[in-house]
């Protein structure tokens, strides 16, 4: 993992010396902000917009940033206690669905994944028999069966290959599997070495009924423990989107210095979400409509066999402290 930090300066000896102004807000402890994130446009730019902006610094807070390659390690991290807060795609939401973490807020909505084949391949109903690598528990995961049930086929119809990521990029380039459930920008990496693949299933062929949302998710202790800091949390993370939604060149120019990657990548990623103000996710977290989205991927789990008897929305969704926040 690498790790970010963002040092300040305490204000110990400021309020010791009766020196701390009088209107500054009250500060979360910052024991425990540990953050998750995917070296991604959607996941990493409210970060790189929050230190660029010293939003942190509104709030008290000082985080510890660590990257991951996927939404389930960030929730096994935090059971395992070295992870407090975190970014997850909607594959990953059965992980909360199953009472080992929460949900509390929503990031934006992805337009990026895709059911990819070798050339000879065109439609989904050809990949049966087939070699199909996936992330399992990611948003690839989804996109693939998914694509599977509109075709009236299962997981069982092909053979799935668990994959990390960039072990799906690499064995797809050597052609060693016949297709992927898979995102962008990763799809660009194998595109340049296999140009004339097929992309069979994305996303839009589902929108709007089923949004892919990213989400902000918090441990269960830290939750239960220090809602002010989940609270403190949210609110840089609601400016943060502001800002991304307000100036998504200057965005993605943050971005791109952020992760180290090339800016064309990144741009095209940006380019292709649907951003979230902090006005419209308050009306969607009154109105019910973040619960009817969580409740729609409960249901998806369920019918893959992926989560049994998952929880209610309304018991892993943190619906009162984004609201506060």
Do not use: C, H
Not at 36 to 55: C, H, M, W
Not at 154 to 182: L, N, R, Y
Not at 203 to 228: L, M, R
Not at 232 to 245: E, G, P, Q, T, W
């Amino acid at each position: 993992m690498i790790t970010r930090r963002n040092l300040m300066m305490t204000t110990a000896a400021l309020a010791a010396a009766g020196t701390l102004p009088a209107m500054r807000p009250a500060q979360a402890s910052t024991d425990d902000l540990s953050i998750g994130y995917i070296a991604d446009f959607p996941n990493a730019s409210v970060f790189a917009i929050a230190e660029d902006q010293k939003l942190w610094d509104a709030e008290g807070l000082s985080p510890s940033l660590k990257v991951f390659t996927n939404g389930p390690i960030q929730i096994q991290a935090m059971g395992a206690g070295s992870l407090n807060f975190g970014t997850i795609g909607p594959g990953a939401l059965w992980l909360p669905a199953s009472g080992r973490a929460k949900v509390i807020g929503v990031n934006d909505i992805g337009f990026s994944d895709r059911i990819i084949a070798q050339s000879g391949i065109k439609s989904v109903e050809e990949l049966k028999g087939k070699k199909v690598g996936v992330p399992q528990g990611t948003s690839g995961d989804m996109i693939l069966r998914m694509g599977l049930a509109k075709a009236g086929m299962t997981v069982e119809d092909i053979e799935m290959v668990p994959m990390d990521p960039s072990t799906v990029v690499a064995a797809f380039a050597a052609k060693q599997i016949d297709a992927a459930g898979i995102w962008y920008p990763l799809i660009d990496a194998i595109k340049a070495r296999v140009p004339d693949l097929n992309e069979l299933v994305g996303n839009k062929d589902f929108f709007p009924d089923t949004s892919f949302i990213n989400t902000y998710v918090a441990g269960n202790d830290i939750v239960e423990k220090n809602p002010k800091l989940v609270v403190s949390f949210l609110k840089v993370m609601k400016k943060a989107m502001d800002y991304r939604i307000e100036n998504l060149d200057r965005s993605i120019e943050l971005t791109t210095a952020f992760l180290k990657a090339p800016k064309e990548a990144t741009e095209k990623v940006a380019r292709s979400r649907k951003m979230l103000s902090s006005a419209d996710l308050n009306t969607f977290n009154e109105d019910g409509t973040v619960e009817k989205w969580l409740t729609q991927f409960n249901d998806m789990f369920k019918t893959f066999g992926t989560v049994k008897d998952p929880m209610p929305a309304e018991q892993y969704y943190t619906k009162t402290l984004f609201a506060e926040a």
